[in-house]
């Protein structure tokens, strides 16, 4: 479980987050939307103790994360996986050693077992083949594939999504919502960051909607639609608008079935 209490950042006194208290449960998926700049990708960072809040405590499986040294964090880390919005895949390597990069870290396989583990990994996001070639050879879709394929390898407990389907045309975009759904069915603890509504529907059990730092509401998709102050957040009243939306498609699409 991951708890963040009274979490606040500020850079050069503006505040980024403010006193945000979200709780992230195991095996399940946590969406955290909000508009561009509202500090959803600012907490993926905090979790993974990239950045140190000013105020307040995060707890990874009830270990205070907040001011232990990286040497102290690594053990932690090695049960977490983030798949960044822009790959962060190294153009020199090809797509195996792209997605065997940190296995190296987190299990001591030999290169025969290292092979295996790619090849399974690559199955699973379907790029079977593709081992041989470079990122500059993939379509964007392809390359989140490789991404999230690098971030199971080592088969991590958490994994972290930072907007996974932004920039993806609508096909691919499918696709890789289909990707996190299956990782989730593993058991695996995932945190989605989007802005992109039909996708968080799409993958969400928990929802937190973010904006200007501070969490607005949280729970399920059922529990915000049922807020009576929406009107009060834009961003909640454009979620209930297409969750709305969203549901008669699925109803209409259930009927023709």
């Known amino acids: 479980m991951i708890e963040l209490e009274n979490v606040s950042l500020a850079f050069n006194g503006n505040y980024v987050l403010r006193n945000v208290n979200l709780t992230i449960e195991n095996g399940k998926t946590t969406v955290i939307l909000g508009p561009s700049g509202a500090g959803k990708s600012t907490i993926i960072k905090v979790i993974v103790g990239l950045l140190k809040p000013e105020n307040g405590s995060v707890k990874i499986d009830g270990v205070n994360i907040v001011g232990l040294s990286d040497n102290e964090l690594f053990p932690l880390r090695t049960k977490m996986a983030v798949v960044f919005q ?34 399974e990994c690559l199955s699973f996001v379907n790029l079977d083949g593709t081992e041989n070639k470079y990122p500059e050879e993939l379509s964007g879709g392809m390359k989140k594939r490789v991404a999230i394929a690098r971030a199971i390898a080592f088969h991590p407990d958490i994994i972290l999504y930072d907007e996974p389907t932004t920039g993806l045309d609508p096909v691919n975009s499918e696709v890789i919502i289909e990707m996190i759904n299956k990782i989730q069915e593993r058991g695996a603890t995932s945190v989605v960051v989007t802005h992109i509504i039909k996708d968080a529907i799409a993958v969400g059990d928990k929802f937190a909607v973010i904006e200007d730092g501070k969490i607005k509401e949280s729970g399920s998709i059922d529990s915000l639609l049922e807020e009576e102050d929406g009107a009060n957040s834009e961003f909640l009243s454009e979620i209930k608008a297409e969750a709305n939306l969203y549901n008669k498609v699925l109803s209409k699409r259930e009927e023709k079935v």
Do not use: C, M
Request: aromatic share 8%; hydrophobic share 40%.
């Open 86 to 119: 822009g790959n962060a895949l190294f153009d020199s390597l090809n797509v195996e050693e792209n997605v065997a990069y940190f296995l190296n870290e987190h299990h001591a396989l030999s290169p025969a077992e290292t092979r295996e583990r790619v090849k």
